[in-house]
Nanobody, 126 residues
Framework: QVQLVESGGGLVQAGGSLRLSCAAS????????MGWFRQAPGKEREFVAA????????PYADSVKGRFTISRDNAKNTVALQMNSLKPEDTAVYYC???????????????????WGQGTQVTVSS
């Protein structure tokens, strides 16, 4: 059974940093792309960042490019999202997810991911 567990969320002031982590189990982790999505209150879930199985592809949403960095450690079955220069509009529940196959096309669509974590709350105060 595939399990994804996010951690690292919390309350931070604008301009601050947080590092989210996602621990995966139940799948050959190092052969799947991983993604981070977020959902703000009253809004649809949106793509944040993704990383290919090798780490060679790392697409980002325009809204976080230059501020967030995604990375993975295949030996530890973890994927991280370093978030710097946080803004109040980054407030959301953040979810990690695994790709449906070892190679996924855009890496930005929810439909390309099949397993999801329970989410971790990030709140950025102004």
């Amino acid at each position: 059974q595939v399990q994804l567990v996010e951690s690292g969320g919390g309350l931070v002031q604008a301009g601050g940093s947080l590092r989210l982590s996602c621990a995966a189990s139940g799948r050959t982790f190092n052969t799947y792309a991983m993604g981070w999505f977020r959902q703000a209150p009253g809004k649809e879930r949106e793509f944040v960042a993704a990383i290919s199985w090798s780490g060679g592809r790392t697409p980002y949403a325009d809204s976080v490019k230059g501020r967030f960095t995604i990375s993975r450690d295949n030996a530890k079955n973890t994927v991280a999202l370093q978030m710097n220069s946080l803004k109040p509009e980054d407030t959301a529940v953040y979810y990690c997810a695994t790709g449906r196959t070892s190679i996924i096309a855009t890496m930005r669509s929810e439909s390309e991911y099949d397993y999801w974590g329970q989410g971790t709350q990030v709140t950025v105060s102004s």
